[in-house]
């Protein structure tokens, strides 16, 4: 097996710098359009195994990436907990019984992974198998504080300004939800691992919204508690905006911080580069420019990481539908040409 | 005149923390709402002086702020430009005529401020003199950066994805417009420091969607060619998402930083409070909850600020339309008493 990928998160030395990219079999891959339009929506392609595993191994085809990502979304939990799921066309999730009550809030309970979850546990199982052994498969969830605001304010939002209102009003029954939370997605990495997952992610992609206190104390603190409770595989943990906090997320007992492109790379490798893994971070909106700039953009990043190891390649944030194909060619053999440049001869 | 203001962006002691907030003239006041509708839009409300100054003067009759700020938008340069600003119902500002070719990049000129910006000017001096001297008056106008943001993508966007193609695949071009908005800028706050504001603010609101390096090449270095030519009043800059770079932004020349919530009050004040006064950072969120809980959040801020002198009191973004009048009138009464306690007794 390729199993770089695992060495780079051990932060042993690897011979060239492992990349994979959030959200790779996505919307810029003709061929997962096809996939997605026979299934007939976003969600039926996540609930249909062999079709997830078909799409999570699209882009390998294409380019020489260093992992898979179980092809799945961040919501299933609360789904699982019969929020009921929804995607309206050219929006993002929706659910549609959201957290409006304190008895809905009280009723809450962690779905057990090999029911209600179950077609999550078999994509990674036919995912797993069909790779083969050439990269670890990679599993994740959204972070006790993701999974909370979109159950709580039913969709997306500039300001999240349910999810607050319990914050600041009744902290209380935000603490009970991301109690349930927590033991959810420690379950369900642990049975995802259990299936075939080699490494776990964590999406904390709202955690940058709130305050550095509550930070600690609303998503970091809960993703201790998974992080306690998932011992199998390696964890990477991944707080957009979280730029300001790396340190304590570095203490978390993480195996790898993800990085957004905001974040020096530079400043983050001295500030816990010592102690951790680092994944990132490339603007994923180079990938709309021409394959030169790509490369000179992904030189850049690997420049400022540095040679030494305990890097993993990646976008600050998912791909966009808008990546053009050969950007992506050229990001993936720039990561590896010049990366093997750059270990060999760091200077 | 209460100069209070003026004294904590000067970094002298004063008895009490100056307080005053971003947007406060908006729509979670009645009064406003019912001035708008008998100027009949936003922009009508913004480009008539007369309503600009009477709803510049609503929040100070409700509550002891220690500042007002010019009513207009951040935009008006870019229309002044010819690009034709305006506000879709329920939606955030759009050009009509954004920057989609070379030719009218190459045309791009710095607007005179007496002419095409009179009635920002004219709305200075009718506010000022409206206020009497109770209390300093802030001039204000978008950052060079977040201008061209809305000038090339058109509208308000998530990814701002036309913005950073060119950056990426054309930023000569790029750079051309950030030099014409830089001396516009620059005219335009001269020009509000002559008509009567007393203090300038730099809002660059999407900075933070930048990388580290291009946050230097893009905004900052625009703001401080700003900055170095706007001498007659204090400047406070203030990058929402900069908090990863408050040592470069504090060097830029500016008297004061504005500080977004996500951004430690303890330590932006370890980092930089030595060199610059800081403003901020009350998460606008925390404007739902009850009165006892704001009282609270803002007694944290203030004690994680500390006694020394130089802070000013804001939210870390604009007041939204669902904050409570309660609790804004909460805000500003525990500024001012725990302030004034803290600042006698500072332990």
């Not at 990349?19 to 039926?44: C, D």
């Not at 990502?69 to 659910?95: H, V």
């Not at 201790?224 to 790396?246: C, D, E, M, N, Y």
């Not at 490798?269 to 394959?291: E, H, T, Y």
Request: with cysteine.
């Amino acid at each position: 097996m390729n199993d770089i990928l695992l060495r780079a998160l051990a932060r042993q030395p690897t011979e060239y710098t492992p990349v994979w990219l959030m959200r790779q079999a996505g919307r810029y891959l003709p061929e997962y359009n096809a996939t997605r339009a026979k299934a007939g929506s976003f969600l039926k392609l996540a609930k249909t195994p062999a079709l997830a595993a078909e799409v999570a191994l699209q882009p390998l085809a294409r380019f020489p990436l260093d992992a898979a990502i179980l092809f799945s979304d961040i919501l299933t939990i609360p789904d699982a907990m019969g929020l009921g799921l929804y995607f309206a066309e050219g929006e993002g999730p929706r659910f549609e019984r959201p957290l409006r009550d304190e008895a809905a809030i009280a009723r809450l309970a962690a779905p057990d992974p090999s029911a209600e979850l179950r077609y999550v546990l078999d994509a990674v199982r036919e995912t797993r198998s069909a790779l083969g052994g050439r990269v670890p498969l990679i599993g994740f969830s959204g972070s006790p504080y993701t999974l909370a605001c979109y159950m709580i304010q039913g969709s997306g939002s500039d300001d999240w300004r349910r999810v607050k209102e319990m914050l600041y009003a009744r902290p209380d029954l935000l603490h009970r939800i991301l109690e349930v939370n927590a033991r959810a997605v420690a379950d369900y990495l642990n049975a995802q691992v259990e299936a075939g997952a080699q490494v776990v992610m964590l999406f904390d992609t709202w955690g940058g919204s709130l305050t550095a206190a509550q930070y600690e104390e609303f998503s970091l603190s809960y993703m201790r508690k998974v992080i306690s409770q998932v011992h199998k595989a390696p964890r990477i943990v991944f707080t957009k905006g979280g730029g300001g906090w790396l340190e304590s997320i570095a203490a978390s007992g993480c195996e790898a911080v993800g990085l957004d492109w905001n974040v020096d790379p530079g400043e983050a490798r001295r500030r816990i580069g010592g102690k951790v893994a680092l994944q990132g971070n490339l603007d994923p909106a180079v990938l709309g420019a021409p394959p030169a700039r790509v490369r000179e953009q992904v030189r850049n990043v690997l420049d400022a990481f540095g040679a030494a190891p305990g890097h993993v390649f990646n976008l600050g944030h998912g791909i966009t539908p808008f990546a053009r194909i050969d950007a992506v060619e050229a990001l993936v053999d720039e990561v590896r040409t010049y990366s093997t440049r750059l270990r060999a001869c760091p200077d």
